[in-house]
């Protein structure tokens, strides 16, 4: 079984992220980028398969700027086999490469691999859009498990089990398909060193994306980014009486 991992580079999920002056997007100025953490979880689950005998090669490709063969290189540490980066100067967060035309170049190179699994994010923490694993079943018809918290394979078929509110939902997909991450299915390792040194030999291919041939021109204008305002303190009550007074009249909540 071969397996083809999309793995997105993102800002870092421990970076306080600075809005632009101009409000028009994020400050990504020497800031830590790293592997968006569900495409790890994804990829980790790959590794697992392969360690069980279930897959035989694991494909990780990213559609990002040329600094994103390292977050390939760190897939590979990882134990992906190769990586494939489709490299645009499109900015990776807002007005970049919008999640439909991610999609539609994953189409394009999974009709170049043909993978019998793909297993990714199921969302980007960057842009929080939750969408391309989604629209990629849709392009190509496959069906989709989304918010996996436990994969087992069975043949051609594979069980998915879904964290869904009040309890666990478990569904069961024909391959080829399409499942996405979520936060529990697995704890991701740690590349170790000598790993970290095998996948800087493994085979990285870099398309451009103009030779992909997909229209990737964003279909959504953001028309401005703003900080959360800043939380106000917060005050102690002496009572309750005094709590369901100050609900009542200041905030007027109740
Ligand atoms: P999103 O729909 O943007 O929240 O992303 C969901 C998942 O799609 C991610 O976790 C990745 O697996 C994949 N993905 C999104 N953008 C990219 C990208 N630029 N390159 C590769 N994979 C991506």
């Known amino acids: 079984m071969k397996i083809l991992v999309p793995v997105k580079r993102v800002i870092d999920y421990n970076v306080k992220v600075r809005v632009k002056s101009d409000h028009s997007g994020i400050d990504l100025a020497n800031v830590k980028m790293s592997l968006n953490p569900f495409d790890e979880i994804a990829i980790e689950e790959a590794v697992r398969l392969k360690e069980a005998g279930i897959a035989s090669e694991i494909v990780v490709v990213s559609i990002g700027p040329e600094k994103a063969q390292e977050q390939l290189r760190t897939a590979m540490a990882i134990g992906a086999d190769r990586g494939i980066l489709i490299q645009t100067d499109a900015p990776l967060d807002i007005g970049g490469v919008e999640p439909l035309a991610v999609a539609k170049i ?39 498990a989304t918010f996996a918290s436990k994969i087992e ?57 103009e030779d992909v041939g997909i229209d990737v021109t964003p279909r959504l204008k953001v028309t401005s980014v703003s900080e959360p305002p800043t939380r106000k303190g917060g005050g102690k009550v002496s009572s309750v009486d005094e709590l369901i007074d100050k609900l009542k009249n200041e905030a007027k909540v109740i």
């Open 153 to 209: 394979m069975q043949g051609q078929y594979a069980s998915i089990t879904r964290e869904i509110d009040g309890g666990l939902e478990v569904i069961k997909i024909g391959l080829p398909g399409i499942i996405t991450t979520d936060l529990r299915l697995n704890e991701p390792r740690y590349a170790s060193l000598p790993n970290i040194m095998k996948a800087k030999k493994k085979p990285l291919d870099i398309i451009k994306i």
């Open 106 to 144: 994953l189409k394009a190179v999974i009709g170049q691999e043909s993978p019998n699994l793909v297993i990714m994010g199921k969302q980007s923490i960057d842009d929080d859009s939750n969408q391309t694993g989604q629209m990629l079943a849709s392009l190509l018809d496959w069906p989709q």
